[in-house]
């Protein structure tokens, strides 16, 4: 069964960075697309960004050029680093593995102004 749990989450400033990590469990990490999603209150959840497994990345249009999603397979691993983040970055952010349908129990990011 996999699971992921996501970390790094927290307060930030506008302008501020945070790194946000999730550790998968099961098998076969290195083969499996990983992908991280946002829901802000009142609103649909979104794609943020999504990595393969040869490292062909994807990214939503808010967070292009800011945002940039790693993995680390030995560790299995996603990251997402957020830079020059905004108040209208402030959601909850789920880790997603897409091929078994599993979420993260998803984790607050908050932008203050």
């Known amino acids: 069964q996999v699971q992921l749990v996501e970390s790094g989450g927290g307060s930030v400033q506008s302008g501020g960075s945070l790194r946000l990590s999730c550790v998968a469990s099961?098998?076969?990490?290195?083969?499996?697309?990983m992908a991280w999603y946002r829901q802000a209150p009142g609103k649909q959840r979104e794609l943020v960004a999504s990595?393969?497994?040869?490292?062909?990345?994807n990214y939503g249009e808010a967070v292009k050029g800011r945002f940039t999603i790693s993995r680390n397979n030995t560790e299995s691993t996603v990251y997402l680093q957020m830079d020059s983040l905004k108040p209208e970055d402030t959601a909850v952010y789920y880790c997603?593995?897409?091929?078994?349908?599993?979420w993260g129990r998803g984790i607050q990011v908050t932008v203050s102004s």
């Open positions: 099961g098998p076969d990490f290195e083969k499996r697309i």
């Open positions: 990595i393969n497994p040869f490292g062909f990345i």
């Open positions: 997603h593995r897409p091929v078994a349908n599993v």
